[in-house]
């Protein structure tokens, strides 16, 4: 079992910048791929980064490349999303979530792949 936690999440204005972080704890000597997600008010949790294992291999939704960077220290058991450039769109719950993954490259970008979900943490951009 792993659990994760965020945090780092607040309120900005419009063009500011936030630094999110997803500490895990438990069963943390395996490999995870590591990815965050978020749900807006009355829409679907979408996709928004994932992150290999060995952090050499990321992928991001098109609406926010440019502007947000995953990254990870596996030694800290954290993962972290720079969200820079912020629009009022990008108001929403940010969740991480981890799978287990035999190799050290590969990301996982579908959301029913993921096995560990932590509880959110709340962006909110004033325009």
């Known amino acids: 079992q792993v659990q994760l936690v965020e945090s780092g999440g607040g309120l900005v204005q419009a063009g500011g910048s936030l630094r999110l972080s997803c500490a895990a704890s438990?069963?943390?000597?395996?490999?995870?791929?590591m990815g965050w997600f978020r749900q807006a008010p009355g829409k679907e949790r979408e996709f928004v980064a994932t992150?290999?294992?060995?952090?050499?291999?990321?992928y991001y939704v098109d609406s926010v490349k440019g502007r947000f960077t995953i990254s990870r220290d596996n030694a800290k058991n954290t993962v972290y999303l720079e969200m820079n450039s912020l629009r009022p769109e990008d108001t929403a719950v940010y969740y991480c979530?981890?799978?287990?993954?035999?190799?050290?490259?590969?990301?996982?970008?579908?959301?029913?792949?993921?096995?560990?979900w932590g509880q959110g943490t709340q962006v909110t951009v004033s325009s």
């Open positions: 979530a981890a799978k287990s993954t035999y190799y050290t490259f590969s990301y996982v970008l579908k959301e029913n792949e993921y096995t560990y």
């Open positions: 438990g069963r943390t000597d395996s490999r995870y791929a």
């Open positions: 992150i290999s294992w060995n952090g050499r291999n990321t």
